[in-house]
């Protein structure tokens, strides 16, 4: 084994990681917070279970430091834990089911608090949740990316394109979109696949636009992390890779989890991520395929060491949209139609990837054809029949609007 996979994995264990209840808060909408204190950002796994109705984390590589049974109201019935091995078990027993939220981990102070939300819905046979999309707009402050003709930045391009495929998900019921960035930040890479798991992602998409030298390369392309970069088995590692993996737990905070140590924990977890990632990617470059604005510069999803891409567990994907240097790339990517395609092709893409493999807990789980889409102030038809990748009569038909105006908050049903 990699002596520095050994010696990130030793650290763990010293400094130990140790959750403990925290408190119960009502929100001001309603929603109920469920907290915990944790030393360590967590490898977490949450699902909800019926009969009796309950929802479960487990956290992986923790410890209780004591017993928790803690008796609430209504429609809490407990919470309680337990320890299997290195894994810490929580329970929140309810009355009813809840629409609940995957657990959030956000760093407060030295210490990790882990937020588990839940929500009454009268109407659910089960406890159901969100399905939480992290968006990666790539590069960002001082790090503007290619730059294209007329001095056309990455950085600006895969923001407005990571706010469009955003509004989609914002407003179509069940998915959640995160924005890892969503203004002209500077963030390192690390902090970017650290961010979707403190957020609970399901899924992690990376947008970027492409530089070359030869402005004649041109089109876009969908990239996962390598196995061959990443393998934990030490004599796969170049001389480079080797100098990249010491420089990135270099670069670890204290309270980051750690992917390559867990890559060596959790082996038969990363295989799975690896193939769900190519999956997810094959979904989003066959959309790509179909956008008559866009061209294809590799047919097949291509394998890269993009150092974002590396959570052991997240189906993480990178869309190059095109390349920026190449002059009608940079015209495409430009305008809003054809940034609006690329967020197109993703979210169908995505949404085709969850209606394949349905994800237990979540609205795909129970999936009725079609999506629900809420309608938002300024939304007009034909334009949310493009970002759709359907045609506005489609929508009238479906929803008997017999032509009759939208208005803001109306929900309609759009087959996808
Ligand atoms: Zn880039």
């Known amino acids: 084994m990699n002596r520095l996979i050994i010696l990130s994995f030793l650290s763990l264990f010293i400094r130990g990681n140790e959750i403990s209840f925290d408190e119960i808060q009502v929100m001001g909408n309603g929603e109920i917070s469920i907290n915990f204190n944790l030393n360590k950002v967590s490898l977490i796994k949450s699902y909800s279970l019926e009969s009796p109705s309950r929802v479960v984390m487990e956290v992986n590589q ?3 430091v004591s017993n928790i049974n803690v008796p ?41 608090k882990l937020e588990l939300k839940i929500k009454r ?31 056309i930045l990455e950085k600006d391009v895969t923001l407005l394109i990571a706010k469009e495929l955003e509004r989609t998900l914002r407003d179509t019921y069940g998915y959640k979109p995160i924005m890892i960035r969503d203004g002209d ?47 934990t088995v030490a004599r796969n590692l170049s001389e480079k890779q080797r100098k990249r993996i010491q420089a990135d737990i270099k670069n670890l905070k204290p309270v980051d989890f ?11 977890m990363y295989e799975i991520k690896i193939s769900e990632s190519k999956i997810l990617g094959t979904k989003i470059l066959d959309q790509l395929k179909r956008d008559p604005f866009t061209k294809i510069h590799k047919k097949n999803v291509e394998y ?68 629900t889409y809420k309608i ?10 493009i970002r759709f990748g359907v045609t506005a009569e489609e929508i009238n038909i479906k929803n008997k609007l017999n032509n009759k105006p939208i208005y803001p908050g109306q929900l309609i049903k759009i087959n996808i």
């Open 258 to 268: 750690d992917e390559d140590a867990a890559r060596t924990l959790y082996p038969e």
């Open 121 to 151: 819905n009268k109407k659910l046979n089960e406890s159901i949740r969100d399905i939480i999309v992290a968006i990666d707009a790539g590069h960002g402050g001082k790090y503007p990316g290619a730059v294209g003709p007329n001095n």
């Open 185 to 231: 930040e500077t963030l390192g890479l690390n902090d970017r696949y650290q961010d979707a798991r403190k957020y609970g992602a399901d899924i992690f998409v990376s947008i970027h636009a492409d530089g070359f030298r030869l402005s004649s390369v041109k089109g876009a392309s969908v990239f996962i992390w390598s196995d061959e970069a990443s393998s």
């Open 62 to 64: 923790a410890n209780l």
């Open 304 to 371: 890269a060491d993009f150092r974002v891409l590396k959570s052991i567990d997240i189906p993480s994907v990178l869309v190059e949209s095109g390349f920026i240097t190449n002059p009608e790339d940079a015209q495409r990517l430009k305008g809003k139609p054809g940034r609006r395609m690329i967020a197109r092709s993703v979210f169908l893409g995505i949404h085709n990837y969850f209606k394949d493999q349905p994800k237990a807990n979540t609205f795909m789980s129970i999936d009725p054809g079609y999506v």
């Open 376 to 385: 938002q102030k300024g939304d007009v038809l034909s334009e949310i029949a």
């Open 72 to 112: 609430y109201n209504y429609p809490v019935k407990k919470v309680r834990a337990s320890q299997d091995g290195s894994l810490s078990r929580i329970v929140i027993d309810l009355y009813e089911p809840v629409h609940w939220q995957n657990p959030i981990q956000t760093i407060d102070t030295e210490n990790i």
